[in-house]
């Protein structure tokens, strides 16, 4: 019950402050905030950008945990999509592509379901599909 509630206080906290950083108007510090909120929840920024989403999966189920997996690969599925809002194609494509396959983990493998979370999953689709006609 404990490590459910310090789970939970967590994703609170990561929102919130994902959302703080969000509405930062310049790009540099978005990015900046972005990159602070990657180290804070997850480690090197570094780490999980040279990475494929099922390499960060295994870094994340390496890391943390058991109770704490779902958790952390959401906030990495939100910190990539976010940080795709802020980048240049191509970049911003791989970022949703890996957000997408993070979101779709989660879907296969929480048990929760999502009405916020498939629709985001459909947004990134049709994001990439656009870049791609």
């Known amino acids: 019950m404990?490590?459910?509630?310090?789970?939970?206080r967590l994703i609170r906290e990561f929102f919130a402050a994902l959302a703080k950083a969000m509405e930062k108007d310049e790009i540099e510090s978005r990015t900046e905030a972005i990159h602070t909120l990657y180290e804070q929840y997850l480690g090197s920024?570094?780490?999980f950008q040279n990475?494929?989403?099922?390499?960060a999966i295994d870094r994340i189920t390496l890391v943390y945990p058991e109770e704490q997996h779902m958790a952390r690969i959401e906030m990495l599925?939100?910190?990539?999509?976010?940080?795709?809002?802020i980048r240049a194609y191509p970049i911003s494509e791989t970022l949703l592509e890996r957000a997408m396959h993070l979101f779709e983990y989660i879907d296969m493998h929480s048990g929760v379901y999502s009405?916020?979370?498939?629709?985001?999953?459909?947004?990134?689709?049709?994001?990439?599909?656009?870049?791609?006609?």
């Open 2 to 8: 404990i490590q459910q509630d310090y789970i939970m």
């Open 45 to 47: 920024y570094e780490r």
């Open 51 to 55: 990475t494929t989403a099922e390499e």
């Open 77 to 85: 599925a939100e910190l990539y999509y976010a940080e795709a809002d």
């Open 115 to 133: 009405v916020l979370r498939l629709k985001k999953i459909e947004k990134i689709r049709e994001i990439i599909n656009s870049h791609r006609h």
